[in-house]
């Protein structure tokens, strides 16, 4: 089993930056994946940024293109999200994910953290 927490959440201007991060811990060799994924308030949990254990492929929502950068640290695993040029928008709760060897989807979730961010 793993383990996640979210962590940089915040409030912030239109137009600033954010960095949230998590640490994954338990049966961390098991993970093959790992993404951000944000809810809205009255909308559906949606795929924000994905990336592999190997950190070669980076896939992004269209509305964060450009905009929103995923990397992993599989030294201390975590996997960060940093985000500039925030909207309003991008406002939600940011959940951070992993997909687990023998899983097609990810499996494992993390507790949410807030991003506000103000017009």
């Known amino acids: 089993q793993v383990q996640l927490v979210e962590s940089g959440g915040g409030l912030v201007q239109a137009g600033g930056s954010l960095r949230l991060s998590c640490a994954a811990s338990?049966?961390?060799?098991?993970?093959?994946?790992m993404a951000w994924f944000r809810q809205a308030p009255g909308n559906e949990r949606d795929s924000v940024a994905a990336i592999t254990r190997s950190g070669s492929n980076g896939n992004y929502a269209d509305s964060v293109k450009g905009r929103f950068t995923i990397s992993i640290d599989n030294a201390k695993n975590t996997v960060s999200l940093q985000m500039n040029n925030l909207k309003s928008e991008d406002t939600g709760v940011y959940y951070c994910a992993a997909a687990e060897i023998g899983s097609s989807t990810y499996n494992s979730w993390g507790q949410g953290t807030q991003v506000t961010i103000s017009s």
């Open positions: 338990g049966r961390t060799a098991n993970i093959y994946a």
